[in-house]
T-cell receptor, first 112, second 115 residues
Framework: EAGVAQSPRYKIIEKRQSVAFWCNPI?????LYWYQQILGQGPKLLIQ????????DSQLPKDRFSAERLKGVDSTLKIQPAKLEDSAVYLC??????????FGQGTRLTVV | AQSVAQPEDQVNVAEGNPLTVKCTYS??????LFWYVQYPNRGLQFLLK??????LVKGSYGFEAEFNKSQTSFHLKKPSALVSDSALYFC?????????????FGGGTRVLVKP
């Protein structure tokens, strides 16, 4: 079974630039999550989709972050404009409704 | 709001000794509880889960966890630790009644197993 695919693995951008991350979940998983993990901390949920609807985005900085889930499958997370404090690993995960989440390898973003 | 607490930033244990990583939670309704492990520069790997049934659940790599409803805890255990168990461990919870089945993680506990 293929796992959660994320790209790119690494990205370096200057502050105020924009960046986008892509995620392809495990086939059949209706729930998709984007987490932000700052070095040494636990993952913070940015947004959670159920199929292509948003069920939680309470911690998403909506003035600069946006996310969409196309046709209930792939998802993109965008940051525009980026700030230094956005430097982190962005993790995508997917799951069945109440099951365990399976994670991708993550995208390490460095904002300089 | 649901939350997870991992009170120890780091746990040090000698190889061959028992390992315990603590986790307490707060959630509406019955909890669904999970443990994950993270190795350097890797994503999170699922270890085990509690949904319902036996309070002692067994998972990957010899790990087990005990659900205690009265203490709202879900401590991770391994009877005999290996050096290769050195990693970052995260506890997570979602609530039966939580809107959208939100999955919340604790801050993590670094485990260092010394030879």
């Amino acid at each position: 079974e293929a796992g959660v695919a994320q790209s790119p693995r690494y990205k370096i951008i200057e502050k105020r630039q924009s960046v986008a991350f892509w995620c392809n979940p495990i086939s059949g998983h209706a729930t998709l999550y984007w987490y932000q993990q700052i070095l040494g901390q636990g993952p913070k949920l940015l947004i959670q989709f159920q199929n292509n609807g948003v069920v939680d985005d309470s911690q998403l900085p909506k003035d600069r972050f946006s996310a969409e889930r196309l046709k209930g499958v792939d998802s993109t997370l965008k940051i525009q404009p980026a700030k230094l404090e956005d430097s982190a690993v962005y993790l995508c995960a997917s799951s069945l409704l109440r099951g365990e989440a399976f994670f991708g390898q993550g995208t390490r973003l460095t904002v300089v | 709001a649901q939350s997870v607490a991992q009170p120890e930033d780091q746990v040090n244990v000698a190889e061959g000794n028992p390992l315990t990583v603590k986790c307490t939670y707060s959630v509406s309704g019955n909890p669904y509880l999970f443990w994950y492990v993270q190795y350097p520069n890797r994503g999170l790997q699922f270890l085990l889960k509690y949904i319902t049934g036996d309070n002692l659940v067994k998972g990957s790599y010899g790990f087990e966890a005990e659900f205690n409803k009265s203490q709202t805890s879900f401590h991770l255990k391994k009877p005999s630790a290996l050096v290769s168990d050195s990693a970052l461990y995260f506890c997570a919870v979602r609530g039966e009644r939580a809107a959208g089945n939100k999955l919340t993680f604790g801050g993590g506990t670094r485990v260092l197993v010394k030879p």
